[in-house]
């Protein structure tokens, strides 16, 4: 029988004690999927974007149709970010994070047909591409609304933002991968098979642990007393709570607009400077800036938040600072010649943006209880690629 590593026992007039709470060590394991999980559906959300010129020449389609790659998670995960959030809340986590591995990889494996003669459909295989990424799509939202349930339902209070960090941070961490690895893997357009097959090795590698290793929804013991008494609302119950909390209006708004910045920024960073006379290899400087120190920025955060349980105040401060950081970037970018600036922007911006991340997903599912992790969470994603989209 598994042995906890933390545990809270009560005395009972001094006769017995009998353990009440209990972390197990196999959350660790389930942590590790979802990071998986969460980094592989970045990587293929971005594969494309930064060697979109040659998958146009290879393809034989326009640079606009390679930006429909990765512009489809928007528009998918708007619709089906609410049924994200259902799954989530009334079925449980552990459907919801097989559900989202076994359409990651299908995805990912469609987009390798795209390359295979016997399965060519000519000119047309183009659609491979697009019929993978809508699947890959579907995907998001389940993974990218997990981290917070995870962490409510399987973690103690005092690594739940922890956790939440960890979870969260590896999906920026699978963007910076795809943008590092895209280059590398393809100098020449006929190297583009093997990036789709290095590609799908993560997704495949995902859905069979979550298939094998997964095997409970929630852990029998609680371990914590706000795990014992996270009991959801019913689905429509919660969201009519959630359009009635004018706490909950005002972090979905800011924080909502936050991550629609974060998705332009890093789909369209190359795209952004070009256009001034900055190189590409400027582009993913700046990207690699973004997302190295909003990592850096996001594991000190979630250490001291951890520690103090100062969420408000964190969140405030972070909001400032990357707003601040954000402006600066946008000003410097329409001008040539700000190489420092933007540099310097750019790390601001993804120190304090990234940082700010899993803090407000915590104080989201904090100041919204009685609501559901998923819905809490999820509303404010699904809210956020409007932003992105126009």
């Known amino acids: 029988m598994e042995q906890d590593e933390a545990s809270v026992l009560l005395p009972e007039r001094g006769l017995s004690r009998l353990p009440r709470f209990k972390a197990y060590r196999r959350r660790w394991f389930l942590l590790g999927v979802v990071c998986l999980l969460n980094c592989s559906n970045a990587m293929l959300w971005l594969t494309f974007a930064p060697v979109a010129d040659k998958i146009a020449a290879y393809f034989h389609i326009s640079l606009e149709m390679v930006n429909w790659l990765s512009i489809v998670y928007l528009l998918i995960s708007i619709p ?32 390798t047909f795209s390359v295979m003669k016997f ?57 910076l991968i795809a943008n590092v690895l895209s280059p590398i893997l393809v100098p020449e357009g006929k190297h583009i098979p093997l990036m789709l097959g290095v590609y799908a090795i993560p997704a495949v590698t995902a859905c069979a642990l979550a298939a094998v290793g ?50 332009c920024f890093s789909a369209l960073l190359e795209q952004i400077l070009c256009e001034k006379g900055y190189s590409n290899v400027f582009a993913g400087l700046n990207g690699a800036l973004f997302t190295v120190f909003g990592l850096l920025g996001a594991f000190l955060l979630g250490l001291y938040v951890d520690r103090t349980r100062n969420f408000i105040e964190s969140t405030k401060i972070c909001f400032c600072l990357s707003a601040l950081a954000s402006i600066v970037f ?8 700000q190489a420092i600036a ?21 104080l989201a599912v904090e100041c919204s209880y009685p609501v559901g992790e998923g819905t809490s969470t999820g509303l404010i994603f699904v809210a956020s690629p409007h932003r992105a989209c126009f």
């Open 119 to 175: 399965m060519s459909l000519g000119s047309q295989n183009y659609w491979y591409l697009f019929a993978g990424q809508c699947l890959c799509a579907l995907a998001q939202p389940l993974v990218i609304f997990s981290p917070t349930k995870l962490a409510a339902l399987w973690f103690p209070d005092h690594q739940r933002a922890t956790a939440n960090m960890i979870s969260s941070m590896s999906n920026p961490l699978g963007i």
């Open 342 to 362: 933007l540099a310097i922007a750019s790390s601001v911006f993804g120190f304090f943006g990234f940082a700010m991340y899993p803090i407000a997903m915590e």
């Open 214 to 263: 997964i095997h409970e929804k929630v852990p029998p013991t609680p371990p914590s007393a706000s795990a014992t008494n996270s009991t959801s609302q019913p689905f429509l119950t919660g969201l009519k709570m959630l359009l009635r909390n004018k706490p909950y209006i005002i972090l979905a708004v800011c924080f909502g607009g936050g991550i629609g910045m974060f998705t």
């Open 330 to 337: 946008a000003v410097a970018s329409r001008f040539r010649g």
């Open 80 to 111: 089906f970010g609410l049924v994200a959030t259902w799954v989530l809340d009334s079925v449980g986590l552990r459907c919801a994070v097989i559900l989202s591995a076994g359409l990651n990889m299908t995805g990912s494996i469609i987009r």
